[in-house]
Structure formats: structure tokens, C-alpha cells
């Protein structure tokens, strides 16, 4: 099965097609060649498996949750998000919270069944938004994790089977624009210790060992925000992945940058943002500008605060996946001024 979008990297640059992205363009005298910029749409598979909470995610309109609706309207969207020039988005096969942040997570949203194997359902939607990602051009930072749903997993050779299956599945349908997140925010409450900063670097390892045809997957994970990924994720990541939640000024998304760059083993490679709930976007000096001003990637974490309509929120379940809250005009027209214009 031939494709038409191929990620790969070079050095600390992105390349889709054996083209650097946003090949040649400046803005405000900074290269934007190389950078992937990226929303967090971990919700495009979402379901809820648990009866008793499925209730939450009804759409407004109608009163009842539905996952075939939900996939269906995030494809309907891509085209405008591309066109907008965002790259790449990050999707999770047990998404992340869809109140934004959670406590608790009683519903159960997962692709992943107890034993590590995946669901077909799951994998149906999956498919979907894979395919019409890599029709347009755009890159999927897909993760496999997160905390809060990785309890339903039964012990750590569930967590290895689910990597190796989510690798054959990718394998068997010769996706090549697709990145690897093991697991959203390693630090951050995992039950298996292989999940947790102190070995999660031997999945990233696991994952660099598997290839097909001569193709493998450039794979890394993310941790909190504020957090600095420590050495042995660096070291042995292809991309380093940062989140800026928490970061009360742009200052300090900078900062997280150069910190990164000094960490022990270091080399060059992609730095990314892949969630950051700071916006401004209106502002001259803003967490979006302050990552592309240090040559890195930044990624828009939108969700629905208390007391906002449906339209707000690309993480908050049931999700409205167009471009109608002012929030997110706000992302897309400065993304695309820097970007595109």
C-alpha cells in the first residue's frame, strides 16, 4: 500500500516528502523550516466504555454521546486546520481528560483492552483519520498511554504487547506519518513502573529497534508541564517532546528550550511543544512565539473552561472540532500569519 506523506528528520528539522517543512519561510526573521507546528486532538477516537459515565459526552443537539459523530466531524475539520498550516496533531489511543483535567477518570476510554491487545473500534476511527491525515500532508503524533486510563491495563507485559501491536498495526498499514508518544506525561501518576520516567526509555528503545522494509517510527514521550525530559529520555528519543502547562510566562517556555539543549547526551534533534493551555494569541509576545523564537515546535491545548459553550474546547468531550470560538480563531490566524502569509 503506497503512501503520500512521509515524515523523517534531520538533525533538529522536520522533513515531510524529503522536504523540510514550511520549507523557506521566514517570520519576523526566524526560520520556520523544520518545525511542526500542533494542536492537541487526543479526542478523535474517543469513547467511553463505562455506562455509568457515557452519559457526560451527550452533544448538546441531540442528548446522546456518539463516537461515529465524533470521528466524523474531526475528519470534516482537517482540511480547514491544514489549510491554516497546522502539520501535525497529536492523537492518544486512550486520549486524555475530556473535562481537560481530571482528578478522577471513572469512564474507561481506551483502545487498549487489559492484556495489551487493541481494540478494532477503535482502530476502525483510527484508520479513518490516518488515511485522510496522510491525503492532506499531515503528520499524527500518536500516543499510547495515558495516565488515568493505563490502569486498565493488567501488568507490564500488557504495556509491552500494546506497543508491539500498536507497531504491527502501523507496520501492516504502512502508515509513514506518524510519530510515537509512548505515553502522555511520564511523571504524572503511572501505576507501571516501565511507564515511569526511570524506564520509560526502554519502550522508546523497544520502538527503535522494530522497523519494516527499512522504515521505523522516530518515537520519544512527553512529561508535565515545567518538566525538563531527563537525560536518558533524551538521549534515547528522536524528537524530545515538552509541555508548557504551568509556565506563567513566555520567558519560561524559552528557558525550557535552552534547559533542554544543555541536558547531558544532547544532540541535535527536534525539540516540540506538543501541549501548552497558554494563549494571547493577540499579544506580541505570546507561549506560540516565545518556542518558534528559540527554533522550536508548539502545539495548542484548547479546552472547555467552567462556564463556556460547546463551540470552546478541542479536549472537552463532546467536541465542537471547527474553527468557531474566538479562542480558537485566535490559534489558527496566528498560525497561519506565521506560517503561511
Not at 525550557?256 to 541535535?268: A, E, H, L, N, S
Request: aromatic share 12%.
Amino acid at each position: 500500500m503506497s503512501r503520500n506523506t512521509i515524515i523523517s528528520i534531520q538533525d533538529d528539522k522536520f522533513l515531510i516528502n524529503g522536504q523540510f517543512t514550511y520549507d523557506g519561510r521566514m517570520w519576523n526573521s526566524h526560520p520556520m523550516a523544520g518545525l511542526l507546528m500542533n494542536a492537541r486532538l487526543v479526542q478523535g477516537i474517543f469513547d467511553d466504555l463505562n455506562p455509568a459515565t457515557r452519559h457526560r459526552w451527550a452533544y448538546p443537539d441531540t442528548g446522546l454521546w456518539d463516537a461515529e459523530r465524533n470521528v466524523r466531524e474531526f475528519i470534516q475539520a482537517m482540511p480547514d486546520w491544514y489549510a491554516h498550516g497546522l502539520l501535525a496533531f497529536t492523537l492518544n489511543l486512550q486520549g486524555g481528560s475530556p473535562q481537560g483535567y481530571s482528578n478522577e477518570q471513572p469512564w474507561v476510554n481506551s483502545a487498549i483492552r487489559p492484556d495489551g491487545s487493541l481494540r478494532e473500534d477503535y482502530l476502525a476511527r483510527l484508520t479513518r483519520i490516518l488515511d485522510r491525515a496522510d491525503e492532506l500532508g499531515m503528520v499524527v503524533i500518536l500516543g499510547i498511554f495515558y495516565f488515568g486510563q493505563e490502569r486498565v491495563l493488567r501488568d507490564e507485559a500488557a504495556v509491552v504487547r500494546a506497543v508491539d501491536q500498536t507497531l504491527d498495526w502501523l507496520f501492516a498499514h504502512n502508515y509513514r506519518n506518524v510519530l510515537i508518544e509512548i505515553n502522555n506525561e511520564c511523571n504524572v501518576r503511572y501505576q507501571q513502573p516501565v511507564l515511569r520516567p526511570e524506564r520509560v526509555h526502554e519502550l522508546l528503545l523497544r520502538v527503535k529497534e522494530r522497523s519494516s522494509h527499512g522504515w521505523r517510527f522516530p518515537v520519544s514521550t512527553s512529561y508535565g508541564g515545567r518538566t525538563i525530559a531527563q537525560a536518558n529520555v533524551v538521549q534515547a528519543a528522536d524528537f524530545v517532546l515538552m509541555h508548557g502547562n504551568g509556565v506563567e510566562q513566555p520567558q519560561g517556555i524559552a528557558d525550557m528550550v535552552r534547559q533542554v539543549r544543555r541536558v547531558d547526551g544532547y544532540t541535535p534533534k527536534p525539540i516540540v511543544f506538543n501541549e501548552d493551555d497558554h494563549f494571547n494569541f493577540d499579544h506580541s509576545d505570546n507561549h506560540m512565539l516565545a518556542a518558534v523564537h528559540e527554533y522550536a515546535s508548539w502545539g495548542f491545548f484548547d479546552y472547555r473552561m467552567a462556564g463556556e459553550g460547546y463551540e470552546q474546547g478541542y479536549q472537552s468531550v463532546p467536541v465542537d472540532w471547527g474553527i468557531r470560538s474566538d479562542r480558537k480563531r485566535g490559534f489558527f490566524e496566528l498560525l497561519k500569519s506565521i506560517t503561511l502569509a
